[in-house]
């Protein structure tokens, strides 16, 4: 494909993360019937955490994403494609998100935090293919990139996949700290993110 590739594949991808971002705060919500509205914005704490968690992973999946594009000089149909499979599982990341804002620390709260860890088990594996697949024998990758950048993205993907099976694992037994863990991930891969940005080397 021509050099516009890239740069139409992420300006589609950015809109996908917009909107999934903001359609999160629509997760959050009180009972206007009710009274007491201090005592409701306390209680409604678990979408507190589920927003802020859910919000935090699509903002390192959007840095990252944005980084590995701007290293990458073309893109074929078969990234595109894996690149559509990724964004379908950003695009979904709300749903399972309202799942834990509604029955954390209620019934239902084990089914409703699996479903949300293997969202993002998924996301995490259908990610590492969609870098590998443009890693590999740098398929879409510029021949001006050091490999000491290219190391350093291998680096802050690999624990991504393990990382997120033992938050899935977790879920069966406490699904408060399969949250808390996965909101752990997200606040670890921030600085993460930063780090390969910059090529691995310290600021």
């Not at 959050?28 to 209680?43: A, E, S, Y």
């Not at 699509?58 to 690149?83: E, K, P, Q």
């Not at 949300?116 to 024998?137: D, P």
């Not at 879920?171 to 949250?179: K, T």
């Amino acid at each position: 494909m021509n050099d516009r590739g890239p740069a139409r594949l992420e300006a589609f991808s950015d809109g996908v993360f917009a909107i999934a971002a903001t359609l999160l705060t629509l997760e959050i919500g009180v009972d206007t019937t009710r009274g007491d509205l201090g005592g409701q914005l306390t209680h409604i704490w678990p979408a507190y955490l589920a927003y802020v968690t859910t919000f935090l992973i699509i903002g390192v999946i959007w840095i990252n994403h944005h980084h590995c594009v701007s290293l990458m000089r073309r893109v074929d149909r078969t990234f595109l494609f894996i690149n559509l499979l990724l964004l379908l599982t950003v695009a979904f990341m709300p749903f399972p998100t309202r799942l834990v804002a509604q029955y954390l620390q209620k019934s239902g709260e084990q089914d409703a935090v699996i479903a949300y860890a293997a969202t993002m088990l998924l996301m995490a594996c259908v990610y590492n293919v969609w870098w590998r697949y443009a890693r590999t024998g740098r398929r879409l990758i510029g021949e001006d990139v050091p490999e000491r950048t290219l190391s350093a993205v291998d680096r802050a993907f690999n624990p991504g996949v393990p990382s997120y099976a033992i938050v899935f694992a977790v879920a069966f037994v406490s699904p408060l700290a399969s949250v808390v863990i996965t909101l752990g991930i997200a606040v670890f891969y921030l600085p993460s993110a930063a780090l390969f940005e910059r090529g691995g080397e310290p600021a």
